[in-house]
């Protein structure tokens, strides 16, 4: 007969409960954050061709990234991306999309980047007041990101 001891303190239970609930919550959330991370560059980067871009339209998480961000502005940007132009990765890991309603590619356009950080820069061209709106959520707002400032020379009539 083979006797065995097991030495068992008091809170023995406790802390076998406490490590099996923390190896479970390390395998939960592990993977979560490792799809998270890396989501953000595949969600981009299928947009990154003239072929695909007008889809990025049909993901809910630009789209309402876009809606919260512009608010009641939303309607009068979106309705620009009639022709979508060549998007391009940005230096900062992000996209950069370009629209504008058939034959008015200097009247009536919009672009915008989403970067991988979540700095979300929008602009906008519409014929009554001839006028570039441009909106941003990054801390550096009083400076026009680089994408949206070559976009916008193209609108310059001096």
Not at 78 to 107: A, C, M, R
Not at 122 to 129: E, V
């Amino acid at each position: 007969m083979v006797k065995r001891c097991y030495l068992i303190h008091s809170s023995g239970k406790t802390i076998k409960l406490f490590v099996k609930v923390m190896l479970l919550m390390i395998f939960i959330v592990c993977p979560i954050g490792i799809a998270t991370a890396s989501g953000t560059q595949v969600s981009f980067s299928q947009y990154n061709s003239l072929d695909n871009v007008s889809k990025i339209f049909s993901d809910q998480d630009v789209v309402s990234t876009l809606k919260s961000f512009l608010g009641n502005e939303y309607n009068d940007f979106s309705q620009n991306f009639d022709v979508f132009g060549e998007p391009h990765k940005t230096d900062g890991g992000g996209i950069f999309v370009e629209g504008w309603l058939k034959d008015l590619y200097l009247v009536q356009a919009s672009a915008f980047v989403i970067q991988a950080d979540g700095k979300v820069y929008a602009a906008w061209m519409m014929p009554q007041n001839n006028k570039i709106h441009y909106v941003t959520n990054a801390p550096e707002g009083n400076k026009v990101q680089e994408d949206i400032a070559r976009w916008s020379k193209r609108f310059d009539n001096e």
